[in-house]
């Protein structure tokens, strides 16, 4: 067993000092900014920011091609006065003219125009300092790269420019080493991204399988983040496989967005061509003009102007031949980043563990001495998961353990159901599936097999066992499933098109079925997948027979239709029933294991925040508070939710029918938050808040805000949790987010060996707020030991096709508890407090 776990992550490391950088700086400055502003309005810009010019393409290709740029500063598009370069050199003016001149001249569309362009202007103003425009002048400055400020609550926070500026940094310091392993050396480019930078291994690796060649390269991700209450910043450097796509198997009008990183020498003769870049481009189809073109962001729209010697890719071209690109044409090559809409890839996803660690140690050696490597985590309790299930033991007979959670399903049933009969409508498409569901049921809650009631397919059959009662009809799908006819009519909103066709399909619905005889029932739907709906998004059926049935009162559960009618029915099957038990409440908490110190009464509230975006199903953007409460000592089965418009606790499944509801007005999450905290205050609690998700509408659960023991909102300074009960705890949870928020991780013993490892972990430090768990790896993911992907060896040539499997990694910090200082601020010394672990 491992007791110990490492992070790939780094902080600056305090027996270095500051890490200082001389940086050359540019400014757009006043003149400059006022001209583009001019030329960007005069060709139709955006007139509700006239003083915003939209500079991401030009600083993707500064990026590119201007030698020696690291980074590009935030909002200097709006401010001429902020530090729009930085660059270890300044670029010369025969460089940088030109670049600008080719964006403004395209920005402003006026390539046609008798008068000089800007770029012979700029360079006209360099030979001639009268002229009143001209390039500004760079100016050199030492740049502190772990410039930090500490909260009120003792959280370190890096200078604003520090999460763009730094992680462009760390991915040249990193790219001017190679990688060394099982005798290949890799060597990495760097790619900027939106929220940090990327390594890119270039030019690909190879896997030949089935008579084709499939490439990929190694990737790691780095971004700056925070951790809270840690007295310093952080560096996450995760990685990854990045495949690339070599055969598109996709027409071009259904290529939304594709990522396409080109790799091209500098145009300049005898420039410096240090840390080379590979630049990021998007590739789509432009529904107006029909057919493949560059996005406007994409450097390579401007190249051929740039340098009209080389051969750089036209989209058709490079959709037709993506694998004559990728291995270059001329010096030019370029690379389209796979998605599996674009069709299969031979090359598994994920990396093992071992080749993440001597990664992990590539950047450690290569981030010495300026940033240290954080400190690994050791387990903070012996018991890795709640008592799930009562120990059967070694010797137990087989199905012991399957027969103890069918008990316990039933009676989770029981107490959700409440000896209320439960209708269950199966609606199928192939006879196979309804047989399978018809034959797990009964397994499930350790009933006798279902008794059929009736005659034909519309038969009903009975499933029952202690205190549960249901009642199972199945019938064919038929046109309920059908696509959504959604009008065509362009000259009518797409809003009002799409809530005419769900109003359709539930009236279709009404004349079909009934509500269920008793409070709630469950349907179960065959469907196709959602590929089947790709070319119209809009006919996907699903959120309308979801809102219809509702509107009825029927919880619903869908399953996709299989090319394998006959493949894994059981493991299928016996998960949607599974999922259906979890929409009805029917689940049993599980007790923890973690000793004394834990009241016996305490409650679990939860909360989460809903996002619809115009761009969803509900074609309208609104954000709603969901929040569930779980009273272990109330018995299984009793699982409410809260109903803001009524402030009362609901039994679940009426919480997910009350979702279904169209919103009304946007109420202030905060104060509902607040409403909701007092309604808790009658026995212990703990809050849990997922803060990725909740700190758009409560600002206060930024790291930077938090204070132990304290809840913030926005309208007040942040008080003592207890004025919100005097025994509520607060934990909030965290993971990657998409945004690497939490570092990935590995396993590691002092002999070497490497691999992961389920738990709890932390630091020594009986102070510390904040924990990591993680899960096990399931037994399907299972790889032979030593398998290396990247740079395969003699006995796993066929490593590239596995898919790695890397458990996350969930950061639990105990934002509030009952510490020795909460309880003497509310005179409560004598009493034991809490062990945050």
């Given amino acids: 067993m491992y007791r110990t776990i490492r992070s790939t992550a780094y902080e600056p490391d305090p027996l270095n000092g500051p890490w200082q950088e001389e940086s050359h700086v540019l400014r757009l400055g006043e003149d400059l900014h006022t001209e583009l502003t001019r030329m960007h309005a005069e060709a139709g810009g955006d007139r509700a920011r006239p003083d915003r010019l939209p500079v991401r393409q030009l600083n993707f290709l500064l990026q590119a091609l201007a030698p020696g740029v690291i980074a590009t500063g935030r909002r200097a598009g709006t401010d001429g006065s902020l530090p729009w370069l930085y660059a270890r050199e300044a670029v010369p003016p025969d460089v940088l003219a030109p670049l600008i001149g080719t964006w403004a001249a395209r920005l402003s569309q006026q390539q046609d125009d008798d008068g000089p362009d800007l770029e012979e202007r700029l360079l006209a103003a360099e030979a001639d300092p009268t002229v009143p425009m001209r390039l500004p002048e760079w100016q050199t400055e030492r740049i502190d790269l772990t410039e930090t400020v500490t909260s009120a609550g003792g959280t370190a926070e890096p200078a604003p420019r520090l999460y763009g500026l730094l992680p462009e940094w760390v991915a040249f310091r990193l790219a001017a080493r190679p990688f060394r392993t099982n005798g290949t050396t890799l060597h990495f480019r760097v790619e900027s991204s939106g929220s940090g930078a990327r390594l890119v291994s270039w030019p690909p690796q190879r896997y030949e399988r089935n008579k084709r060649t499939w490439y990929y390269s190694a990737c790691l991700n780095i971004t700056v983040q925070t951790v809270p209450f840690a007295p310093r910043f952080r560096v996450h450097v995760s990685s990854q496989v990045r495949r690339w796509a070599t055969e598109l198997e996709v027409r071009p ?37 029909k057919e493949l073109v560059w996005r406007r962001r994409s450097p390579a729209l401007l190249l051929p102007d740039l340098d009209i010697v080389r051969h750089y890719p036209e989209p058709e071209e490079l959709f037709a031949h993506p694998e004559r690109w990728i291995n270059g044409c001329g010096d030019v090559a370029a690379g389209i980043v796979y998605h599996p809409a674009v069709g299969p890839h031979k090359v598994g996803a994920g990396l093992m563990p071992r080749e993440r660690a001597e990664l992990d140690a590539w950047v450690e050696e290569g981030l010495s001495p300026v940033l240290r490597r954080v ?139 009934s509500p269920p005889r008793g409070e709630v029932g469950v349907v179960i739907a065959e469907i196709a997948s959602k590929d089947r709906f790709a070319a119209h998004p809009d006919s996907d059926p699903k959120h309308a027979l979801r809102l219809a049935w509702a509107r009825q009162g029927w919880l619903s559960q869908f399953l996709t239709v299989s090319d394998d009618p006959a493949g894994a029915l059981e493991h299928r099957a016996r998960w949607i029933w599974l999922d259906a038990f979890r929409q009805i409440g029917a689940i049993s908490p599980p007790a923890h294991r973690v000793g004394a110190g834990i009241p016996g ?25 969901v929040a569930v409460r779980v009273r272990p000592d109330a018995g299984p089965g009793v699982i409410e939710g809260w109903d803001a418009e009524r402030a009362e606790w609901v039994p679940y499944p009426k919480l997910l029918l ?73 934990v909030l949870v965290r993971d990657t987010n998409g945004r690497e928020e939490v570092p990935e991780w590995y396993a590691h013993d002092h002999r070497g060996k490497v691999g992961f490892a389920e738990g709890v972990w932390g630091t020594m430090d009986d102070e510390s707020r904040v924990f990591a768990s993680t899960a096990a790896t399931p037994h399907t993911a299972a790889r032979p030991k030593g398998l290396m992907k990247l740079v395969p060896t003699a006995e796993g040539r066929s490593a590239p096709a596995k898919t790695a499997w890397n458990p996350g990694q969930l950061e639990i910090t105990v934002l509030g508890c009952l510490s020795e200082k909460a309880l003497a601020d509310t005179g409560r010394e004598g009493e034991a407090p809490d062990r945050p672990a």
């Avoid at 009008?253 to 594709?258: I, Q, R, T, V």
């Avoid at 990183?261 to 003009?289: E, I, K, M, Q, S």
């Avoid at 009464?601 to 508070?625: E, F, I, N």
Wanted: one cysteine or more; a positive charge; aromatic letters at 4%.
């Fill in 601 to 625: 009464d305490l409650q679990y509230a939860a909360l989460w925040l809903v996002r619809h975006t115009r761009k969803g199903p509900t074609r309208r953007p609104v954000r709603r508070l």
């Fill in 253 to 289: 009008h259904a290529l939304g967005g594709a990522t396409v990183l080109l790799d091209a020498p500098l145009p300049w003769p005898g420039g410096p061509d240090r840390g080379h870049r590979l630049a990021v481009n998007t590739l789509g189809y432009d529904r107006r003009l």
């Fill in 375 to 513: 400190p690994d985590l050791t387990r903070v309790t012996r018991s890795n998961t709640p008592s799930l299930l009562p120990r059967s033991g070694p010797r137990a007979a087989p199905g012991v353990r399957e027969a103890r959670l069918a008990l316990m399903r039933g009676a989770a049933l029981a107490g959700a159901l409440k000896g209320r009969a439960l209708d269950v409508e199966i609606l199928w498409q192939s006879p196979e599936i309804r047989t399978a569901l018809l034959a797990e049921l009964p397994k499930l809650i350790g009933a006798a097999p279902a008794e059929k009631v009736g005659q034909g397919d519309d038969a009903t059959w009975r499933v029952r066992c202690e205190g549960v009662d249901i009642r199972v009809s199945t019938r064919p799908a038929g046109p309920l499933v059908d696509a959504l006819p959604v009008s065509r009519d362009r000259s009518r909103p797409k809003s009002v098109r799409f809530a005419e066709a769900v109003e359709g399909r539930s009236a279709l619905l009404a004349e079909r079925m």
């Fill in 658 to 730: 009350l979702l279904s509801r169209a919103a009304g007005p946007t109420v202030e999450i905060e104060r509902e938050i607040r409403t909701l905290l007092f309604q808790l205050r009658d026995r212990p609690t703990l809050l849990m808040a997922d803060a990725g998700n909740l700190r758009q509408c409560w600002p206060k659960l930024r790291n930077g805000s938090l204070v132990r023991d304290t809840v913030g909102f926005e309208a007040d300074p942040g008080q003592r949790l207890a004025a919100y009960g005097n025994d509520l705890r607060m």
